[in-house]
């Protein structure tokens, strides 16, 4: 075989796995959108459903977190409603609703460790997942960019 046919195999080979990993790529990692509220609940939407929990700044303000009160699935809530708490060695906060909607899951692990939100809290140690009742709540909301802004002031 030829340099210039092993050439263009390999040209033609390489153009083909890229282009369909440029078609692959966006499917395979949903659209997916974080908003924060300005008392530190983040809500991470897919679709109409909203994953929420407090934010990393929240629990470092907090301190070890030692008990999780979650609400049940089923239960509805409007935007700004406690949907359960957070105690810690140094105190207890409410959690709120950053959007009205439907609770569809909770998140049984914080029941076993609620430690994990000190180590895991914008990911594995959600609270709630909600189905959305009104997406027009989520414009009220702060975006990432908006939320550092908030917290390096509230440092200050």
Not at 58 to 77: C, K, M, T
Request: aromatic share 8%; net charge negative; proline share 3%.
């Amino acid at each position: 075989m030829s340099s210039v046919t092993i050439f263009a195999r390999t040209f033609a080979r390489t153009a083909v796995q890229h282009g369909l990993r440029s078609k692959i790529a966006p499917a395979a990692t949903a659209h997916m959108s974080t908003y924060y509220t300005p008392a530190h609940e983040y809500i991470k939407v897919e679709g109409n459903v909203g994953t929420c929990g407090i934010t990393d700044f929240a629990q470092a303000a907090l301190g070890d977190i030692v008990f999780v009160d979650l609400p049940e699935v089923g239960d509805d809530f409007e935007k700004g409603d406690s949907f359960g708490s957070v105690e810690s060695v140094k105190a207890a906060s409410d959690v709120y609703a950053p959007v009205g909607g439907k609770v569809t899951e909770i998140n049984e692990a914080l029941s076993d460790e609620p430690g994990m939100v000190n180590t895991d809290a914008e990911s594995n140690a959600w609270f709630i997942k909600l189905e959305i009742t009104d997406e027009g709540e989520l414009e009220s909301l702060m975006d990432e960019a908006a939320y550092k802004e908030h917290c390096e002031n509230e440092a200050h």
